[in-house]
């Protein structure tokens, strides 16, 4: 299995500045058949179920703002906000769909400072 | 616009069958392009990714190791829908599971989530 490990676990970050939250798979998740990283952020706020928000690593899903952004290739990857406001207090995932058994980083939970 | 709804018991007794529905709008269980999914989250474990029916000319089935001696996930064609059943639960089962559509393994919609127990 691809194991997946997010830093940190938790991030405190006052508003409009930037957070960042890391993650490393065990092994490469870049799919040689269309040369893109199998790599999935999710947001997850308390009561409701994850909502992704990026895909392929660096892909904006529809409607997600333009202050989300993704980076990275192979096994180390970064979800950045790039001025954080009040609504993006939630817990960020990762996951890898390169390979089963999909798996997920542990979770980071952001906070407002 | 895709939308899943779940049901079934909150509470299952320890060696029972933990059994879950989500019925499928905006969508068909048979599309060729998607597969159906189960998810469960716990303090403990996070997310985990169970297992999967998809429909390509015929049905097939994908199960996490760490399960698959103990579930099973089932298409209905008549009712739109897919299940879970998972067997002989112990306590370590007790998560809010999910079920979620993937569009080449990326879950793109899900339901909003079952916590169920297992408790005596």
């Known amino acids: 299995d691809i194991v997946m490990t997010q830093s940190p676990d938790s991030l405190a970050v006052s508003l409009g500045e930037r957070a960042t939250i890391n993650c490393k798979s065990s092994?490469?998740?870049?799919?040689?058949?269309?040369?893109?990283?199998?790599l999935a952020w999710y947001q997850q706020k308390p009561g409701q179920p994850p909502k992704m928000i990026i895909y392929?690593?660096?892909t904006r899903e529809s409607g997600v703002p333009d202050r989300f952004s993704g980076s990275g290739s192979g096994t180390d990857f970064t979800l950045t906000i790039s001025s954080l406001q009040a609504e993006d207090v939630a817990l960020y995932h990762c996951?890898?769909?390169?390979?089963?058994?999909?798996?997920f980083g542990q979770g980071t939970k952001l906070e407002i400072k | 616009q895709v939308q899943l709804h779940q049901s079934g018991p909150g509470l299952v007794k320890p060696s029972q069958t933990l059994s879950l529905t989500c019925a499928i709008s905006?969508?068909?269980?048979?599309?060729?392009?998607?597969?159906w999914n189960w998810i469960r989250q716990s303090p403990s474990r996070g997310l985990e990714w169970l297992g999967r029916?998809?429909?390509?000319?015929?049905?097939?089935?994908d199960y996490a190791v760490f399960v698959k001696s103990r579930i099973t996930v089932n298409p209905d064609t008549s009712k739109n829908q897919f299940s879970l059943q998972l067997n002989s639960v112990t306590p370590e089962d007790t998560a809010v599971y999910y079920c979620?559509?993937?569009?080449?393994?990326?879950?793109?919609?899900w339901g909003l989530g079952t916590l169920v127990t297992v408790s005596s």
């Open positions: 979620a559509r993937a569009l080449i393994g990326r879950f793109e919609f």
């Open positions: 996951q890898q769909f390169f390979s089963l058994p999909y798996t």
């Open positions: 029916t998809y429909y390509r000319s015929k049905w097939y089935n």
């Open positions: 905006g969508d068909s269980v048979s599309n060729n392009s998607v597969a």
């Open positions: 092994q490469s998740v870049l799919a040689s058949s269309n040369s893109k990283n199998q």
């Open positions: 392929w690593a660096s």
